[in-house]
């Protein structure tokens, strides 16, 4: 049984950083491609950012490029999310998932296994 289980959510103020993380079991982890998404009140999930097997590659959603940042380490099956300079508007439940495709996704359609999700919270 797949399983996906976020943690490092919580309320923080505007500027502040915070580390997502998200451990992965059940599953081969280098196999998948990975990625975040999250969901804020009344609106969509949002691609976030996205992260190749082998950890060397990432790509990211306009709205957080160059403030966030994906690692990931494949001896401890754990995805991880830099977050820095935040901004009230990231507000939202972060979603960690692992990918059906060998490369990086930006759809959510195309990841198969999700975690629960963890709140982080910007104050201004």
């Known amino acids: 049984q797949v399983q996906l289980v976020e943690s490092g959510g919580g309320e923080v103020h505007a500027g502040d950083s915070l580390r997502l993380s998200c451990v992965a079991s059940?599953?081969?982890?280098?196999?998948?491609?990975m990625g975040w998404f999250r969901e804020a009140p009344g609106k969509n999930r949002e691609f976030i950012a996205a992260i190749n097997r082998s950890g060397t590659a990432t790509q990211y959603g306009k709205s957080v490029e160059g403030r966030f940042t994906a690692s990931r380490d494949n001896d401890k099956n754990t995805l991880s999310l830099q977050m820095d300079n935040l901004k009230p508007e990231d507000t939202a439940v972060y979603y960690c998932a692992a990918s059906t495709w060998a490369g990086m996704v930006m759809l959510a359609s195309s990841y198969k296994y999700w975690g629960q999700g963890t709140q982080v919270t910007v104050a201004s």
């Open positions: 059940g599953m081969t982890f280098n196999d998948h491609a």
